[in-house]
């Protein structure tokens, strides 16, 4: 064994552990919060224990896995030392782009955790007994939680759950085993939960955004666009821009033509009338600061860089542009990044007012405004976070607040009903039919019903996605919207915690987990020869 000095490079550093811990010899490193924390306070090098050389299930060696095009360092960057012992990177080169090609790691540092459960007894000091180990051996817990002992004849103890950062086969974590096994009634290290795959750093978004449902060119039979050659080319010729961009690099500009553009003054002009009168309040104070520095105007199309840029300044969220349709868990995902995939195509100039399926109009006037409000931003990554590994089912429970709220969500203001979910923003006939006071409004007298803003019930209330919503949630205010969303997620039986970095744009979950590829992911590394 070896030492390996990684450079700390603020992009490159949970990545390229997250490789170098498939190879063989590969023994420990410290987690990435640790070391983000080094990179901050002394530019440290992180260090982990391994061969110079190993070799991952292949039989590759380790020093031309790192020379290949997995990685985009310069080869010229990458350095043994005179011993062969210390290797080390230098990607300045690239620091601004993207960096590596994600997905390949069964093993990341995000989730080397263990988990045990313990059984002390219920007197005073007994757990500050237990704890002390974590102290000695400078183990870090991230999570606690205690129960009386489920076991007959045993209502003198409890049993305590911990999850801690590092995993058997470190040595304070073989210490501290090996100390707790000697003192405690008993001591059991729990097997790694089992979640869907997730993304665990923001470069790996770019997995998912490959993996769209519809990649936008198939029209159904009776989309205006249907029966037009010269549309259909326009959209295929967007899809292969969104397809081949790669997180972190700026969005490519799209030259909108004079029909494009048309279309969007159409939307634009009819819009901004009805939204003076039913818009929320937080989104009429941005709307003047986006015409300003994002360019929105009747006579011109914004572009998502330009919206980037100025969104990442107030709440750091950012759009992405995507081919097509995601499925709920990939779309949700990428809000835990404070990242919003955003479709670049607009509706067919034919019909300016409708369209069958999201468009760059619904995304620029529905909802990018929107995330420039900091509860909002806040509220939006709160239903990301709580996305990631979750099970199936919560994430149609998910997938249902998000649409009851982001995109059809209202508010109480000054009495009055405010939309400020996109659906509704980007609507004319919808925003008036649920904002409206008098009948007739939206084209109909048919009124819906209101229900006070409630995950529970949302979560369980069907919607069509064809027609005006029967049933709108209204929260008291973006605040309460926001507050009772993180109440729900934190009562959601979610696997773990994930928590988001904004300097390592990581997420860190505070138990031990096992990723689970499904048949898609499977392939997707094979493709990549991983
Ligand atoms: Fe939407």
Redesign the pocket.
């Known amino acids: 064994m070896h030492l390996v000095r990684l450079p700390f490079s603020k992009r490159i550093v949970t990545p390229q552990l997250s490789v170098l811990s498939s190879f063989q010899g590969f023994t420990s490193f410290q987690p990435s919060e640790r070391l983000a924390d080094a990179k901050i306070k002394k530019q440290s090098h992180s260090v982990c224990f391994m061969s110079s050389s190993s070799r991952n299930s292949r039989g590759q060696p380790l020093a031309d896995y790192l020379k290949s095009k997995k990685f985009s360092t310069n080869p010229q960057n990458l350095e043994f030392d005179n011993n062969n012992t210390h290797l080390s990177f230098s990607n300045q080169a690239n620091s601004n782009n993207h960096v590596f090609d994600l997905g390949e790691d069964d093993v990341d540092p995000n989730t080397n955790k263990t988990s045990i459960l313990m059984e002390v007894g219920d007197k005073p000091g007994a757990l500050h007994e237990t704890l002390r180990y974590f102290w000695k051996y400078d183990i870090n817990i991230t999570r606690i939680e205690s129960r009386p002992s489920t076991k007959r004849h045993r209502a003198d103890k409890f049993d305590i759950f911990i999850d801690f950062d590092g995993s058997r086969g470190e040595r304070n974590v073989d210490r501290l085993l090996y100390s707790l096994h000697d003192k405690m009634h008993s001591i059991l290290v729990l097997d790694k939960k089992e979640v869907p795959w997730f993304p665990r750093h923001v470069s790996q978004l770019d997995i998912i955004a490959n993996r769209v449902l519809d990649a936008g060119i198939d029209l159904m039979s009776d989309h205006p666009g249907f029966n037009d050659p010269v549309y259909r080319e326009r959209r295929g010729m967007l899809a292969d821009v969104a397809l081949n961009y790669k997180q972190g690099e700026p969005v490519p500009y799209i030259k909108y033509t004079d029909d494009e553009i048309r279309t969007w003054g159409a939307v634009f002009d009819k819009q901004e009338k009805l939204l003076q009168k039913f818009a929320c309040k937080e989104f009429l104070e941005i709307l003047p600061l986006m015409k300003k520095h994002c360019g929105y105007s009747n006579d011109n199309i914004p572009q998502q860089e330009d919206i980037s840029r100025f969104l990442q300044r107030r709440t750091g969220f950012r759009l992405r542009p995507v081919a097509g349709l995601l499925s709920s868990r990939d779309f949700l995902n990428g809000l835990a990044f404070r990242i919003f995939f955003s479709t670049q195509y607009i509706r067919h100039h034919s019909k300016p007012l409708y369209t069958p399926e999201?468009d760059i109009c619904?995304?620029l006037l529905?909802?990018a405004p929107m995330f420039a409000d900091r509860d909002f931003a806040d509220f939006s990554q709160e239903i990301g976070l709580a996305s990631l590994g979750a099970s199936d089912e919560d994430i149609q429970k998910l997938a249902r607040c998000y649409w009851f709220s982001?995109?059809f969500g209202l508010c109480k203001q000054r009495g009055e009903l405010k939309a400020y979910g996109?659906?509704l923003l980007s609507s004319f006939g919808e925003l008036e039919y649920a904002c409206a006071p008098y009948r007739p409004a939206g084209g109909t007298d048919e009124k819906p019903k209101f229900l006070p803003w409630d995950p529970l019930v949302a979560d369980k209330t069907e919607f069509p996605i064809t027609t005006y919503q029967p049933t709108y949630f209204v929260a008291e205010s973006l605040m309460d919207a926001k507050e009772r969303m993180r109440s729900y997620c934190e009562d959601l039986a979610r696997p773990f915690f994930a928590k988001y970095n904004p300097l390592t744009q990581s997420v860190w979950v505070d138990r031990a987990v096992k990723v689970v590829k499904d048949e898609e992911q499977k392939r997707l590394d094979a493709e990549n020869n991983f």
């Open positions: 999201p619904h995304e529905g909802h982001v995109e996109a659906g």
